[in-house]
Each structure stands twice: as C-alpha cells, then as structure tokens.
C-alpha cells in the first residue's frame, strides 16, 4: 500500500511484470559460489507487481541465494528479524521450489551496503518494513528457488547421460527413477554453477505445495527459548563498559551546567561524558551507570519549546483543518452530492501522540578508534545506520564495520537511526567499546512518536440512508517528507493517507484532503500500521455513525456498500457469523465492527467490549478474519494478527504521549500503560483461502481494533467515542 504508492514514483524506467513473474535476464544471474557451490544473485522489487528491480546500468541484485557443497542452502536477504517470523516465512519459499526440508535453508543477516541491498524503486533504501517482506520475495525467491531446481536437475542428468525430464527433485536429491540413482544437492552445486540460467521454469502449483501454507515451526524459536539468540543488548565485545544517558527533557534544549562529582565518587563509574543536548554515565556496568546517572546534578537550558503543551498543538491542527487541503481522491462531485442528500451527519476526531514502547529498550554498542569505527546494534535500516555512524564519527564509509542483530520489537522505532548517532557520539570520548543503554524513562520520553492528528469528515445520506457524498480533512506530521522526501510531492504523502482513501465502499462522490502540520520541535517517526493507525479509527467509527443515523444494522449497512467488493464483503461475512453477530448480549456488552483493506490484506474484526458503571472497559473478545491472498505459514499469520491486535487495544485504552511545559509527561510503564495479561481478550483468528499473491501481514490487525472496540462501546452504552485514548470518565453512569 503506502510502498505500492511510492515504487510507482521510481518505476519509471521498468517496466510491468506478466503475470508469469519477472523477466528472468533483470531478475537472477547464476555463478559459482566462493570455495565451490552455485551462487544465485537476484533482485526483488520492494512491493509484490509493481516493476522490475532493475535500474539504468542493468542488473542489480539485492538478495543472494548460495547452495554450498555440503547441501545447505544459505538466503542473504534485505530484511531483517524482529518477531514477524521473516526468517521461517521467506525460507519457506525456497524450501518449496528447491523440494528440500526447511532445515535445510538458512536465512543470515544482509550486512549494510545499499548498492547491494538496497531498493532502486525507493531511492536505493535498505529497509524492513511496511509489512512487504513476503509480497516482495514470493514471486522472485519461488522463481529463484525453481530456476536452482532446473540447474541442479539438469547437472545430475549431463552427469548421468541421460534425458532431464527422466529425474526429478526430491528431499534435497536428484533421483533417477529408471535406475534408482541418487545424487545431492551438494554433489551437483559446482556443476550447476556452469551452466546456463534457463530463460523460462515452471513454478509449482499450489495443490502442489508440500510446505507453503504449512503451519512450519519458527526456525529461530529454539535459540530464543534457550538464550543463545542474540539480540543488540546482548552484544558483549571484549573490554566493554555500559553507558546509560540523560538527554534533554525539552527537544531542542541544551546542558547548561553539570555537577559530577558525585556520580564520579560511584563505584564503578568510569567516566562522564558531556554532550551539548546530553550527559552520558559510563561504568562497569549498568547498574553502577544508573546509580552515576541519579548522583548527576545536571542544569538544563530548556530551549524554545520550554512552554509547548499538547493542547497548544491540537489547537493549531484544529485551525488548520478549517482551510482547504491537499486532495488527496476525488471521486464524483461532492458538492453536487451534498446538496442532494436528505440527512447530512458531521463529526470531529483526533488520536494522539504514540511512543513505540518496545519490549527491548533503545541500545546500541560502538568502538571508535582512531581509523575505523564497529557498531553492534538491532535496526531496520542497517545502512542508514551505517551512513550515520560514519558522518558523526567522521569517518570514510568504508571505515565502519556495522552488525546486524535480532530486534526485540521494532515497531517502526528501528527505522530510525538517533540512537546510533546518540550511541557514536558517547563512543568518541570513550577508551575502548561502549554499549548505551536507554533507560525505560528515556525510551519513552525520548521516542520519535506516531504523530498525532485531528480529522474533520462529514457525509450525505439519500432517503434511504445510503452515503451519497464523504468529504474528509485531516491534519498532521508528515513523516515520509522527512524519511523520504521524493515520495512527498504536492503536498501529498501515501503513507499518511493510506486507510483514508481507496476505501472498500462503493461512495459515488468521496474528497479526501490532507495539511501537513509539523508540532514543533517534537519528532515523529513510523508506527506499527502507520497511516492507518490513525485513518481506519476515523473512517471506520464514521462508517458506524452512519448506520447509526440511517437507523440500520451495522454489518448490513456495510455489506450494501460492498458490492464491488467481494473479498471485503466475504471477511466480514465471517467475522459476524464467527462472532454471533445479532444473538442477544448481556446489559452493558456490545459488538462492534469494523473493516479495511490495507497492505495489501482484506481484513475484518467484531470486539465483544463490557463497559461497567464506573466506566471501566475491557475487551472480552475479538473475532478477526482475513484474506491475506495465499498464506505462506499459518501459524505466523494468527501470531501477527494477535500481537497486532493486543498492541492495538493498548493504545485505544491507554496509548497516549501528552506534553506539558516542553517535557513528556509519561515515564514509564506505570503512566504509559500496556494491556497486561489478565486484560487481553480472547483472540479468534479466521484464515480466508485465497489464490491472489500475499498480502502483508505485520500490522494489519492493529489498525483495525481501534474502531471496533470503539463502535462496541457505542452499543453497549449509546456513547460515541471520537477521540483515543478512551475516556472512561464520559462512560460513567449516574447514580
């Protein structure tokens, strides 16, 4: 979706792919593997169809497929681990072609290099995110995977003399079935690394998929359930201290003064190092670190945004969503639709500031010599990493050694590089490699946030209820304008107008307009489910006071919209049955629903939500269904779309990031709540099976819950809610 929108803007030069899959002389070429074995150097295009990943000097791979002479099959991908199962999903791709065991294929870090890596349909970033890994290698890795197949077969039957068609692959062989002849992978890969790359292989059908589809268990489960994964905190390089740091409470203050000797007098401290916007502890340990840091007598220079509230920047979205915006879609003549409707409804809402709140805290491990630089951390845009690391060393690229780790939650804060620079910065002044470790209070307080937004939407209703005309306008930061500034032209950004335009529903005159609003001096960054995070709450809730104004069902008023739609229509189709939509529910306890259609997956959810008197809320039950085009591995489907949906519920009850005099109010997990285990609801997951290419599956389920649970709330007590988080106090009922 928001990625769709911008390889549109870079594929100029390519040109479309058939049906049957990437041309195959701009998509693989075929070596021979150092110490022996076939290389297969491929490109994938970042976005499943959108154009070839070719550029102007020709070929350019960004994904390598080594089959070595022991037999293992080793992937260099562009992406990157961080609890969504890429490194089982993607393997599974090649498992299937190459008719080999899924323990069979191994998925290794890419290291940072962008002309290697990166994609030339974005500018050349190398970057995991926006749910796309699996949309953008299943049609690449599955031709890459039976192109291997053909040549391995193929040097078996030159081996043997005999006709290719007369073998077949299996179990990782080449087996001759006239006379029983076997020969491994391993055995072949050198030869098959001579001969030429056919021009055009048949891939397997799905009634013939032995491991797609498959719920395959997570190939990086062990070493995560034993310890021996490694994660960026983990890293422990010889001779390594711990830093903890205090950075500015007010963005873009200052250090006015620090009194240290009393952190120097710890034991354990090792030094403090003063930075013009922060103070580093250095120690043995962390511990020592942070008992340094409480001893720190610092004095700030509050700076410019010393006076910002939250209110003072809602205030100022407010005002700027009273002029025209940037139009986003135009469909039909809204004013002409407006002017003919007999019922007119109107509403205003707003989602606030979010901080990532990642179960592993901001971390990264660096060594500064005087002729090179080593950095050891956990990110999604490892060469962006890299490039910042060697500016504010001040070193030549070449000069900085970059190691990529598993992530312990991204959540979109990895695709950010302020805690490498942060990290190099301390590293500087110290002997020797350092690990800087954010405390929780600087994790939160120091977040780049999910922006915060105020929407204006109104629509049209004819006699019968139906929306003959939806105009919808809301401000709000613009992240793409900052983390990829070609995708943001005419003052339009697809990112933040993803899940507001391109709705299911057939509305003959729809006006969509975006402002961008930048807060000052506070920073925003991707949040799990992005533009839609914010864009389905509004559109969704509204889709309900609709219904609610033309006095009809919800699921029913949806469905008469979704004729032209049919895989929207059928996954919400069984989200109210799964969910006994209409059977009567106890006082106090509604249904709500909602639907979308983002990254590239049709989606449908029912929250079952009891509200008690007092005005407490609590999520009993969330039935989803999805359409997520063919499934790769179930099991990792339903474990996205529960995390997705437990993140998502916590922001609807507790997600908020307020400001007052300059400086984060929240701190830690006490005032930035998380939904704790005994609140989770029960999760029904509901797999459509479908034959369409895969749709993304990381973030879908988080943009969704908001509204459901929203519109439940509205059932079981008449209430509209139309801001986040939900204010239990207007819930309360009178004694």
Same mark, same amino acid.
């Given at each position: 979706?928001?990625?769709?929108? %911008?390889?549109?803007?870079?594929?100029?030069?390519?040109?479309?792919?058939?049906?049957? &899959?990437?041309?195959?002389?701009?998509?693989?070429?075929?070596?021979?593997?150092?110490?022996?074995?076939?290389?297969?150097?491929?490109?994938?295009?970042?976005?499943?169809?959108?154009?070839?990943?070719?550029?102007?000097?020709?070929?350019?791979?960004?994904?390598?497929?080594?089959?070595?002479?022991?037999?293992?099959?080793?992937?260099?991908?562009?992406?990157?681990?961080?609890?969504?199962?890429?490194?089982?999903?993607?393997?599974?791709?090649?498992?299937?072609?190459?008719?080999?065991?899924?323990?069979?294929?191994?998925?290794?870090?890419?290291?940072?290099?962008?002309?290697?890596?990166?994609?030339?349909?974005?500018?050349?970033?190398?970057?995991?995110?926006?749910?796309?890994?699996?949309?953008?290698?299943?049609?690449?890795?599955?031709?890459?995977?039976?192109?291997?197949?053909?040549?391995?077969?193929?040097?078996?039957?030159?081996?043997?003399?005999?006709?290719?068609?007369?073998?077949?692959?299996?179990?990782?062989?080449?087996?001759?079935?006239?006379?029983?002849?076997?020969?491994?992978?391993?055995?072949?890969?050198?030869?098959?690394?001579?001969?030429?790359?056919?021009?055009?292989?048949?891939?397997?059908?799905?009634?013939?998929?032995?491991?797609?589809?498959?719920?395959?268990?997570?190939?990086?489960?062990?070493?995560?359930?034993?310890?021996?994964?490694?994660?960026?905190?983990?890293?422990?390089?010889?001779?390594?201290?711990?830093?903890?740091?205090?950075?500015? @409470? +007010?963005?873009?203050?200052?250090?006015?003064?620090?009194?240290?000797?009393?952190?120097?007098?710890? !034991? &354990?401290?090792?030094?403090?190092?003063?930075?013009?916007?922060?103070?580093?502890?250095?120690?043995?340990?962390? #511990?020592?670190?942070?008992?340094?840091?409480?001893?720190?007598?610092?004095?700030?220079?509050?700076?410019?945004?010393?006076?910002?509230?939250?209110?003072?920047?809602?205030?100022?979205?407010?005002?700027?969503?009273?002029?025209? #915006?940037?139009?986003?879609?135009?469909?039909?003549?809204?004013?002409? #639709?407006?002017?003919?409707?007999?019922?007119?409804?109107?509403?205003?809402?707003?989602?606030?500031?979010?901080?990532?709140?990642?179960?592993?805290?901001?971390?990264?491990?660096?060594?500064?010599?005087?002729?090179?630089?080593?950095?050891?951390?956990?990110?999604?845009?490892?060469?962006?990493?890299?490039?910042?690391?060697?500016?504010?060393? &001040?070193?030549?690229?070449? !000069?900085?050694?970059?190691?990529?780790?598993?992530?312990?939650? #991204?959540?979109?804060?990895?695709?950010? *590089?302020?805690?490498?620079?942060?990290?190099?910065?301390?590293?500087?002044?110290?002997?020797?490699?350092?690990?800087? +470790?954010?405390?929780?209070?600087?994790?939160?307080?120091?977040?780049?946030?999910?922006?915060?937004?105020?929407?204006?939407?109104?629509?049209?209703?004819?006699?019968?209820?139906?929306?003959?005309?939806?105009?919808?306008?809301?401000?709000?930061?613009?992240?793409?304008?900052?983390?990829?500034?070609?995708?943001?032209?005419?003052?339009?950004?697809?990112?933040?107008?993803?899940?507001?335009?391109?709705?299911?529903?057939?509305?003959?005159?729809?006006?969509?307009?975006?402002?961008?609003?930048?807060?000052?001096?506070?920073?925003?960054?991707?949040?799990?489910?992005?533009?839609?995070?914010?864009?389905?709450?509004?559109?969704?809730?509204?889709?309900?006071?609709?219904?609610?104004?033309? !006095?009809?069902?919800?699921?029913?008023?949806?469905?008469?919209?979704?004729?032209?739609?049919?895989?929207?229509?059928?996954?919400?189709?069984?989200?109210?049955?799964?969910?006994?939509?209409?059977?009567?529910?106890?006082?106090?306890?509604?249904?709500? +629903?909602?639907?979308?259609?983002?990254?590239?997956?049709?989606?449908?959810?029912?929250?079952?939500?009891?509200?008690?008197?007092?005005?407490?809320?609590?999520?009993?039950?969330?039935?989803?269904?999805?359409?997520?085009?063919?499934?790769?591995?179930?099991?990792?489907?339903?474990?996205?779309?529960?995390?997705? *949906?437990?993140?998502?519920?916590?922001?609807?009850?507790? &997600?908020?990031?307020?400001?007052?005099?300059?400086?984060?109010?929240?701190?830690?997990?006490?005032?930035?709540? %998380?939904?704790?285990?005994?609140?989770?609801?029960?999760?029904?997951?509901?797999?459509?099976?479908? @034959?369409?290419?895969?749709?993304?599956?990381?973030?879908?389920?988080?943009?969704? *819950?908001? @509204?459901?649970?929203?519109?439940?709330?509205?059932?079981?007590?008449? !209430?509209?809610?139309?801001?986040?988080?939900?204010?239990?106090?207007?819930?309360?009922?009178?004694?």
């Amino acid at each position: 979706m928001i990625l769709d929108h %911008i390889t549109s803007r870079f594929a100029g030069r390519g040109r479309s792919p058939s049906a049957n &899959g990437l041309s195959r002389r701009s998509f693989l070429q075929a070596g021979a593997a150092a110490g022996g074995g076939l290389m297969l150097s491929l490109s994938l295009p970042f976005a499943n169809g959108e154009a070839e990943a070719a550029d102007a000097d020709g070929f350019a791979p960004n994904a390598f497929i080594r089959i070595e002479g022991d037999g293992q099959i080793v992937l260099t991908m562009p992406y990157v681990e961080m609890g969504q199962g890429t490194y089982t999903s993607i393997p599974m791709l090649i498992a299937e072609e190459l008719e080999v065991d899924l323990k069979q294929v191994q998925l290794e870090h890419a290291p940072p290099n962008e002309k290697l890596y990166g994609n030339p349909l974005i500018g050349g970033v190398q970057a995991t995110g926006n749910s796309n890994a699996i949309r953008a290698a299943w049609q690449p890795l599955r031709q890459a995977g039976a192109i291997a197949r053909t040549m391995l077969v193929s040097a078996a039957a030159k081996r043997w003399n005999v006709d290719p068609t007369s073998c077949r692959p299996q179990s990782g062989e080449v087996f001759h079935a006239p006379t029983g002849r076997r020969i491994k992978y391993g055995e072949l890969a050198a030869d098959a690394a001579r001969l030429p790359v056919p021009e055009n292989v048949a891939l397997k059908q799905p009634k013939d998929f032995k491991v797609i589809g498959t719920p395959a268990k997570r190939l990086d489960a062990p070493a995560k359930v034993n310890g021996t994964a490694v994660y960026g905190i983990d890293v422990r390089p010889p001779g390594v201290k711990v830093a903890t740091l205090a950075q500015s @409470p +007010v963005f873009g203050g200052r250090v006015k003064n620090v009194d240290d000797a009393a952190a120097k007098a710890v !034991k &354990g401290v090792r030094q403090i190092v003063r930075l013009d916007d922060a103070v580093a502890v250095v120690a043995e340990h962390m #511990g020592a670190a942070k008992k340094g840091m409480a001893a720190l007598v610092i004095e700030w220079d509050d700076g410019p945004h010393a006076k910002l509230d939250t209110d003072d920047i809602l205030h100022e979205l407010e005002r700027a969503t009273q002029n025209p #915006g940037a139009v986003a879609q135009n469909i039909g003549d809204i004013d002409r #639709g407006m002017a003919s409707a007999a019922t007119k409804v109107e509403a205003t809402y707003q989602v606030p500031f979010l901080a990532h709140a990642t179960m592993e805290p901001m971390n990264c491990t660096v060594h500064v010599r005087k002729d090179g630089c080593e950095v050891w951390v956990g990110n999604q845009v490892l060469a962006r990493a890299q490039a910042a690391a060697a500016k504010t060393a &001040g070193l030549p690229l070449d !000069k900085v050694v970059v190691h990529n780790h598993l992530i312990g939650g #991204g959540f979109g804060r990895r695709l950010e *590089i302020d805690g490498v620079i942060r990290a190099v910065e301390i590293a500087k002044h110290v002997d020797g490699p350092v690990k800087v +470790v954010w405390t929780r209070e600087e994790d939160i307080q120091h977040d780049m946030y999910r922006p915060c937004f105020f929407d204006r939407i109104s629509a049209g209703l004819d006699e019968k209820g139906k929306p003959v005309a939806w105009n919808h306008r809301f401000a709000g930061s613009s992240i793409i304008a900052r983390w990829l500034p070609p995708a943001f032209n005419n003052g339009l950004d697809p990112d933040t107008t993803e899940g507001a335009i391109d709705l299911t529903y057939a509305l003959p005159n729809l006006r969509v307009e975006y402002l961008r609003v930048e807060p000052p001096g506070i920073p925003t960054a991707f949040w799990r489910s992005v533009g839609p995070s914010h864009n389905v709450f509004v559109t969704e809730s509204f889709m309900d006071e609709l219904a609610a104004a033309a !006095k009809q069902d919800p699921v029913a008023y949806r469905r008469a919209l979704l004729d032209k739609a049919p895989r929207a229509e059928a996954v919400l189709k069984l989200a109210a049955e799964k969910a006994g939509w209409g059977q009567p529910l106890p006082k106090g306890i509604g249904r709500g +629903v909602s639907i979308q259609f983002v990254f590239g997956t049709y989606m449908a959810q029912v929250a079952e939500v009891e509200v008690s008197r007092d005005g407490a809320v609590r999520v009993r039950r969330v039935v989803c269904a999805v359409d997520c085009g063919t499934v790769i591995n179930p099991d990792t489907v339903r474990a996205q779309i529960q995390s997705a *949906i437990i993140f998502g519920v916590t922001a609807a009850l507790y &997600g908020e990031i307020t400001l007052k005099d300059g400086r984060v109010e929240q701190t830690n997990f006490d005032t930035y709540q %998380i939904l704790r285990m005994n609140e989770a609801p029960a999760i029904e997951v509901h797999i459509v099976q479908s @034959p369409e290419s895969p749709g993304g599956m990381g973030e879908a389920g988080t943009s969704l *819950i908001a @509204p459901a649970v929203t519109n439940a709330i509205f059932a079981a007590t008449g !209430k509209r809610l139309r801001k986040l988080p939900i204010d239990t106090t207007a819930l309360k009922q009178r004694a």
